[in-house]
């Protein structure tokens, strides 16, 4: 199985007693977690070695994290001396350092090689209507390209070209006759005698442009909802965001031109202020409900794409996701038994606690059962995943290295607990769904179905003096709630007594309850 790769890379310089054994321990230690280890020699003189302490050696260690830059240090250093504090190691750690490449601002120049066409070097004039689009696509970059070449700085293609036909990089043959090189447009790479840039995080980038994105949407909904002259304001506004957003959209490698800017930023302001109009416009409502309905809208999809990059971050390279193959498919059957079983459940409280009504004497589709356990169960895997999200954003910025232990036992009770009283909050909604039905009855009215349970006023009337009544008596002057035959008998509920009871079917004759009293 392939390692996993990382994403971030500690060199530490560790102390070690000066004994075979006390070396031999400390690699065996760190190298089982799977980290580089090699001895450090020093540089300069013996001060370098002085700086090890008197009996000591030092080994330069590797750490390799999953994770943000963020903590990634201090989580490197908090995992050697756990280690060595387990297995009493005699090593200590001297100094740690991020090891970080800037791979994100790529100033090198980038060449493409192109088949020259064979009419290429005709007049435009003469040239024939294939020869003139292959041209344009040329000049578009529309083209198939057969090289590319990155070099850095900004070299001349003309020198370029003669170190390609002397076979000086890779010694492929290359003959300037057949194949054309040239600079895509916004390619050219940064001279080696300016500045290296600082170095931008990923939020830096995106922060700007989506704050001027909301804006606009703003902007829509303000004009939308702004009458006469002041519908300019807003539009004024939109206008002023076209630069600055379409410069933080381009602007990657170096600054674009003018139109390209424009060009970006008028798309993308443009179509954020014509979906705040469009949805002031067809959504119901006055306009400052569509905006906070709109607030709310981004607040729940910034909320879910929290969630998702936290499960990410708490599944990927973990025990799970290594699983994945045997334990998702695990799952599926779990699910399929205890979704109904948990509707069941549901039924069974509604029934039973409300009504005194048996489970089984009334006929509920599976897919009802299904249907009742989904909402609590619903409830409870997402709020376990708020739960997991959370420990996997700690887990990304190495915060439970401080606290394993308590992460490993404090998630999954954190876990339990949610889903525990997710689970007692359906229950407690089947009480009350059945506390509304017994009122709705008790008032002469017909409740409301409850995933299948639907309870119907009906009016009894015994086909002799002397029939058996279980729990009786029979009421035949006023409406009887009912869920349905069981075989051949009927549970009626008596919302004057609170009391259920129970006749056979061939005893009586039962009929739809009117809206006055039976008899």
Not at 160 to 185: F, H, I, W
Not at 206 to 235: H, W
Not at 364 to 379: C, D, F, M, N, R
Not at 462 to 486: D, H
């Amino acid at each position: 199985m392939p390692a996993e790769p990382f994403n971030r890379r500690i060199e530490v310089l560790i102390a070690v007693v000066d004994s075979p054994d006390e070396t031999s321990l400390a690699a065996q230690l760190l190298e089982g977690r799977g980290w580089s280890v090699r001895p450090w020699l020093p540089r300069h003189d013996s001060t370098d070695a002085s700086a090890l302490g008197p009996g000591r050696v030092g080994l330069l260690v590797e750490v390799r994290l999953h994770g943000a830059r963020f903590g990634a240090v201090q989580a490197a250093v908090s995992e050697i001396e756990n280690l060595a504090r387990r297995h009493q190691a005699g090593m200590w750690v001297l100094d740690a350092v991020l090891i970080e490449h800037d791979l994100a601002h790529d100033f090198r120049s980038v060449f493409h090689a192109h088949r020259r066409l064979p009419e290429a070097s005709a007049p435009p004039g003469s040239r024939s209507p294939r020869a003139w689009v292959a041209a344009l696509r040329t000049s578009l970059g529309v083209i198939s390209t057969v090289r590319i070449l990155k070099q850095n700085g900004r070299p001349p293609v003309e020198a370029l070209e003669r170190r390609l036909e002397l076979g000086t990089l890779t010694g492929r043959p290359y003959d300037p006759r057949d194949l054309q090189l040239r600079v895509p447009m916004g390619m050219e790479g940064r001279n080696s005698d300016d500045p290296p840039p600082a170095p931008v995080s990923a939020w830096r980038l995106a922060g700007p442009v989506l704050a001027g994105l909301l804006l606009a949407l703003a902007c829509g909904i303000a004009a939308a909802a702004a009458e006469g002259l002041f519908i300019l304001v807003p539009l004024v506004v939109a206008c002023a965001l076209v630069l600055p957003v379409g410069h933080e959209l381009t602007n990657r490698r170096e600054d674009q031109p003018r139109a390209v800017t424009l060009a970006w930023g008028t798309a993308a302001v443009a179509s954020m202020t014509v979906a705040g109009l469009a949805l002031t416009f067809y959504m119901p409502g006055p306009p400052a409900q569509v905006a906070l309905v709109t607030a709310y809208a981004v607040f729940g999809v910034v909320l879910c794409a929290l969630i998702l990059y936290g499960l990410g971050y708490a599944l990927v390279h973990s025990w799970f996701s290594r699983n994945a193959n045997w334990a998702l498919p695990a799952l599926i059957p779990a699910l399929a038994l205890s979704l109904p079983w948990f509707g069941g459940l549901l039924h069974t409280v509604y029934l039973k606690a409300g009504f005194g009504v048996p489970a089984d004497a009334v006929q509920v589709s599976v897919y009802w059962t299904y249907a009742a356990s989904l909402k609590p169960i619903g409830i409870a895997l997402g709020l376990s995943a708020v739960v997991l999200a959370m420990a996997g954003w700690m887990r990304h910025y190495h915060q439970w290295v401080y606290a394993r232990g308590m992460v490993r036992i404090g998630v999954p009770l954190m876990g339990f607990f949610v889903i525990g009283i997710s689970l007692t909050a359906g229950l407690v909604g089947a009480e009350a769904a059945a506390n509304r039905a017994r009122t709705a009855a008790a008032s002469g009215e017909t409740p409301a179905s409850y995933y299948g349970a639907q309870g119907r006023l009906v009016c009894i009337k015994p086909v002799s003096k002397e029939i058996p009544v279980f729990n009786g008596p029979l009421a035949t002057t006023r409406p009887l709630l009912t869920f349905g035959t069981s075989g051949d008998r009927v549970w009626l509920w008596d919302p004057r007594r609170d009391e259920s009871l129970s006749v056979r079917l061939e005893d009586v004759v039962v009929k739809q309850a009117g809206t006055s009293a039976c008899g």
